[in-house]
């Protein structure tokens, strides 16, 4: 019984990350070797409340890249849907009314992405590139390239209340969603569905599966999440900024290749993408703690996503080997 214990843990999503735990825990003492601010209850609380604008988004980049698909138009989308939700709410409309509307906008703008690749072939990546130009465009022809500010109190604090004093609403919203993204996919049927599809389309196809569905899945998936990471970070900014949440995608592609999923499809998890989303935001803040100019901050960006790209790499180098292991013992 106990061998058993152990070797489903040898063989666990945690075991498998634990390389990024400990990557975590060391970003965190150098950091706060270096500023000791750093480690405080504050910075920690205001690094999770920076998480809740890029963790929407890195959830459903995650499923996507899972899938083999992307979308770059998110932090487009992110930005049009803290325009829209800010304008609602200056016209009169309740605050959860117009966070939803805003949501359910960036639902219909990510069908309108799955049609694209679904139904003219276009590929993922041209597809939501020319939607991340025409979103951001509607952003700024909402507003007329001002922003647009938040008098709504009620709406407000939905982006600075903290429940018992010290979580912020964005911060239990982000918690929740990777509790719920996270046993959707690792538990049902849909998350087993989307494992298949990246794996090997025609296999999925063969196994019964929809690839069409499952796209208008996803993408609707990806843009309701990035439209609520912009409703919610015009409720935090009291504003909604047509130029927020620029290469927000990007961020987020990192944040899930960080933590394991292979453009190559088939492979990822929600814990893993958490894991990579800590890291990238932390190493961020600490950076700008410790006075890195804005320029060096996105050469050290990009030096991740090569690191993440790296790794990619040398796991899908591994899993072959394996594979070719495997085949070679059944002979």
Known sequence: MQGNLITRFKKSDFMEKISLVIALVVMVVLFSIFNPNYATSQNLTNILVACSLMGFVAIAETYLIIANQIDLSAGSMAAFSSVLSALLVKAGFAPWIALILAVLAGCLIGAMNAASI??????????????????????????????????????????????????????LILVLAYIIFGTVLAKTYFGRSIYVLGGNAYAAKLAGLNPTKIIYKLYIISGGMAALAGALLAARMNSGQPSSADGLEFDAVTAAVLGGAAFTGGTGTILGTLLGMLILQGFNTGLLMLG???????VAKGALLVIALTFDYLRKQSRIKKELEESKALR
């Open 118 to 171: 679904n139904h003219l072939k276009l590929q993922p990546f041209i597809a939501t590139l020319a939607s991340m130009s025409i979103v951001r465009g509607f952003a700024y022809i909402l507003c007329s390239g001002k922003a647009v500010g938040i008098s709504n109190a009620a709406y407000n604090r939905i982006g600075s209340f903290r429940i018992l004093g010290f979580l912020p609403i964005p911060v």
């Open 292 to 298: 890195v100019q804005t320029f060096w901050q996105q």
